[in-house]
């Protein structure tokens, strides 16, 4: 039985090694993908190039896909890319375009640099989410080539755009999926050419690696940013010892956005709670502090700075405080105890500014109907600056730019490349001579954490000096005003 046993398996094998000869003797499939995070690998482009192995004619189109991943972005993967939600927002899912690529993974040798730790996991991954069968995957990897056949004094490393340069090919757009896809190709057939490589020796078969199950990804930062505003707003909901029907709708949708993110305890904590309060359909004000111990009680957990944190909060607060349109004087007296038990805040915005507007309103202990709705403006102004101060840049020519943050546009030197087109002049720092400060549109991390760019923070104090820096924030049509708050290292907690 033993050796009977061998002998199947040994027939196997063979037989198994001349199906995958006979697959790279007619088709190939060159791959590569990019994704929205590293955490699930939700793929937000994939490249496709399936011709014969010999005569290079396409099995089937050139496809260069891009998908809505149905998850978020993190930054470092939109610095490598250049993808955005706002890019693929209106593109179809993973699942609704693979029965039309499924082909070109199937009786297919798939082509990728370091295609099984990255193209392949993502494109398992993904398949696992939606719960679509996995096609038996073999492939070539043509990083384990570079480092089996291309000397190592010969390259600095073996990365893509290394071994391309090595063989002098050309790459049209580094980490664009399809590029990626058509370089690599060239790749495979000039070490092959250059080493006289039998493929066959290095066909393997994908074997996939264990992963954690599909949770929805949101960065760290912007999480924090919202819980620490969510307990403001509640905060500001309970000043007038009641809470509205549009206030508890409100409690109840941030419920809904946020309880996808439960795979951390501390929000799983707070949509448990939500859930206990909303059993009976009316928010009192006695659920509103328990609901607001439970989020502190997670905030106490945080490792973002005071001022950070402090200033998130004053931004609930006030959001909390005019849902309703108006500001009463109780809230006025209210809002102002607040700034008076948090005032390391003073010297960083909005403080001052709304510290100073408080003072004078309730110099007489009266907040008058004009009183109250120019504060309420002044704080819709605040929390919302993109809607309040909208800019139209009809021209750039002959105006000095500084360019910050993330653009939807491309990379901060295209951007540059493209205002200079238009007769922009670039200043790599801001001066009093900018003109226009151009704020990328797309949310950066670093700034949810709620503190202002450097850059933003120096205009800001050119133009108090007289300056007439426009602050704008970019879109394709649009520039708009972007405000971001400013940090600091004191450690003062009285909210």
Same mark, same amino acid.
């Given at each position: ?16 090694? $001349? ?26 482009? $994939? ?68 295609? @099984? ?158 859930? #206990? ?23 106490? $957990? ?8 402090? #200033? ?63 504060? #309420? ?104 005003? @972007? ?13």
């Amino acid at each position: 039985m033993t050796g009977l046993y061998y002998f199947e398996i040994l027939s196997v094998n063979v037989e198994m090694h $001349l199906q995958m000869k006979e697959v790279i003797m007619q088709k190939v499939t060159y791959f590569d993908v990019e994704y929205a995070n590293s955490r699930n690998k939700s793929i937000c482009q $994939l490249g496709l190039l399936c011709e014969d192995y010999l005569s290079s004619e396409p099995y089937y189109p050139e496809r260069n896909i891009y998908l809505n991943p149905g998850d978020g972005f993190d930054d470092i993967c939109i610095r490598i890319h250049g993808i955005t939600s706002s890019k693929v927002k209106n593109e179809p899912l993973f699942s609704e375009i693979w029965p039309h690529i499924e082909k070109y993974f199937t009786n297919t040798v798939v082509i990728g640099h370091n295609v @099984a730790g990255a193209d392949l996991n993502a494109l398992v991954r993904n398949l696992k989410r939606y719960n679509i069968d996995i096609p038996e995957l073999y492939y070539v990897c043509t990083l384990d080539l570079a480092r089996q056949y291309v000397p190592s004094f010969a390259v600095e490393n073996f990365k893509l755009s290394t071994l391309c340069s090595y063989f002098d090919i050309d790459i049209d757009s580094e980490h664009d999926a399809f590029d990626d896809a058509c370089a690599n190709a060239d790749l495979l057939k000039a070490m092959i050419n250059a080493y006289k490589i039998n493929i066959d020796d290095h066909i393997k078969r994908y074997n996939p690696v264990e992963s954690n199950e599909f949770q929805q990804y949101i960065a760290g930062p912007v999480l924090r940013k919202a819980i620490s505003e969510f307990y403001g707003i509640v905060r500001g909901f309970s000043i007038d010892n009641r809470i509205t029907s549009e206030e508890a709708d409100y409690i109840k949708n941030w419920r809904n956005q946020y309880c996808q993110y439960t795979v951390s305890e501390e929000v799983a904590s707070i949509i448990d709670t939500i859930d #206990t309060i909303l059993e009976d359909g009316v928010v009192t004000v006695a659920e509103s502090f328990d609901l607001q111990r439970t989020v502190r009680q997670y905030m106490d $957990l945080v490792s973002t700075s005071p001022v950070t944190l402090a #200033t998130q909060i004053l931004n609930g607060i006030m959001q909390g405080i005019i849902i309703d349109g108006e500001i009463s004087a109780e809230e006025s007296e209210h809002l102002r105890r607040w700034l008076y038990d948090n005032i390391y805040l003073s010297g960083h915005h909005p403080f001052d500014k709304v510290m100073e507007m408080l003072e004078k309103a309730l110099s007489d202990s009266i907040i008058t109907k004009e009183e109250s709705e120019y504060i #309420t403006k002044t704080i819709r102004s605040i929390l919302n600056p993109v809607e309040e101060l909208k800019v139209l840049v009809h021209s750039v020519e002959g105006k000095n730019i500084c360019l910050t943050g993330n653009f939807a546009y491309g990379s901060k030197p295209d951007v540059a490349q493209y205002l200079k087109v238009r007769g922009g002049l670039i200043d790599s720092t801001v001066k009093k001579s900018t003109d226009i400060l151009l704020v990328g549109a797309l949310e950066c991390q670093a700034y949810s954490h709620g503190t202002y760019g450097q850059k933003v923070l120096k205009a800001m104090e050119y133009n108090e000096k007289g300056c007439k820096i426009e602050i704008v924030k970019r879109r394709i049509q649009w520039v708009r005003v @972007a405000v971001i708050i400013t940090d600091a290292s004191e450690d003062h907690r009285s909210f």
